[in-house]
C-alpha cells in the first residue's frame, strides 16, 4: 500500500468530487439507461474510495493525537493539584477516581465550586456519593493523572 501526505489525499478527494460533477451532469443529458448505469457505477466507485481516502486521514490523525495525548499525560500530586483551585487566573482542575479534570470552562463550577466544593482536590467520595455516573464527565477535558 502506497503511503500519501494528508494534503496529497485531500488533492484527490477534491479530483473525485469534480469528476463526480461531471458524472452527474452526463447523466441528466442522456436517455441511454446503459449510460446512466455506467455513470452511477462511476459516481459510486469514486465515492467509495473518496469515503475510504478521508477515513483514512481520519485514523492517522487519532493516531497522532493518541501519540501526542500519551506524551502530555501530567501526574498530579493531591499538593501540586491543590495550586489549581481556579484563583487569581489559575484553571480549575479536580481529580475524580484518579483522574484530573478542568472545569474551568463548566457552567456549573462558576467561581471554581460547586455546591460547596471547591476545585484543586481529589472529590472522589463526594462525587460518587452524588453523581456516580461517570458518563458526566465525559465532556471534561482530561489534564492528567492523580498520584497514588
Not at 500519501?4 to 473525485?16: A, P
Not at 443529458?29 to 455506467?38: D, E, F, H, L, R
Not at 501519540?67 to 487569581?88: A, C, H, P, V, W
Not at 481529589?122 to 456519593?129: E, H, I, M, R, W
Amino acid at each position: 500500500m502506497e503511503t500519501y501526505s494528508n494534503s496529497e489525499k485531500l488533492k484527490e478527494i477534491k479530483e473525485k468530487v469534480n469528476r463526480n460533477c461531471y458524472y452527474r451532469k452526463s447523466m441528466r443529458y442522456t436517455s441511454c439507461p446503459i449510460q446512466i448505469a455506467y455513470y452511477e457505477n462511476l459516481l459510486y466507485t469514486d465515492m467509495m474510495n473518496a469515503l475510504k481516502s478521508i477515513t483514512e486521514i481520519y485514523r492517522h490523525i487519532d493516531k497522532e493525537n493518541i501519540k501526542i495525548n500519551s506524551r502530555q499525560t501530567k501526574e498530579f500530586t493531591l499538593e501540586e493539584l491543590s495550586n489549581y483551585d481556579g484563583t487569581m487566573g489559575k484553571p480549575a482542575y479536580v481529580a475524580v477516581n484518579g483522574r484530573v479534570y478542568d472545569v474551568s470552562n463548566e457552567a456549573t463550577w462558576g467561581g471554581a465550586s460547586h455546591f460547596g466544593l471547591i476545585a484543586g482536590k481529589d472529590l472522589t467520595s463526594q462525587f460518587n456519593g452524588c453523581h456516580g455516573n461517570l458518563g458526566i464527565l465525559s465532556n471534561l477535558p482530561k489534564v492528567g493523572i492523580l498520584k497514588p
